[in-house]
Nanobody
Framework: VQLQAFGGGLVQTGGSLRLSCATSGRISKVYSVGWFRQTPGKQREMVAIITDDTAEGTHYADDVKGRFTIARDIADQTIYLQMNNLKPDDTATYFC?????????WGQGTLVTVSS
């Protein structure tokens, strides 16, 4: 199983970006899909995660609620993160993650830089 994240880049404060994570390989039963981010010297933190396809199964970090939206296309095996009203504090490397019952799969990361 491989995950490839892309869509990062340089954007001004208030701008938008859409990250994509393409998955390949067979995952028997997906438990969760999500996006995390990390800055140098800090721990990787959860940004958004889907544990099931209900409103209650989608969770966001407090500082991205109302600005970021996670979605997945099961047929295309792709996970998305729409990021609006970006702030300099959103600058980080963003990683996608998929879990099944026994495994955790990570993408390679895509850098998002928000200029002030």
């Amino acid at each position: 199983v491989q995950l490839q994240a892309f869509g990062g880049g340089l954007v001004q404060t208030g701008g938008s970006l859409r990250l994509s994570c393409a998955t390949s390989g067979r995952i028997s039963k997906v438990y969760s899909v999500g996006w995390f981010r990390q800055t140098p010297g800090k721990q990787r933190e959860m940004v958004a995660i889907i544990t099931d396809d209900t409103a209650e199964g989608t969770h966001y970090a407090d500082d991205v609620k109302g600005r970021f939206t996670i979605a997945r296309d099961i047929a295309d095996q792709t996970i998305y993160l729409q990021m609006n009203n970006l702030k300099p504090d959103d600058t980080a490397t963003y990683f996608c993650r998929v879990t099944d019952v026994a495994n955790v799969y990570w993408g390679q990361g895509t850098l998002v830089t928000v200029s002030s």
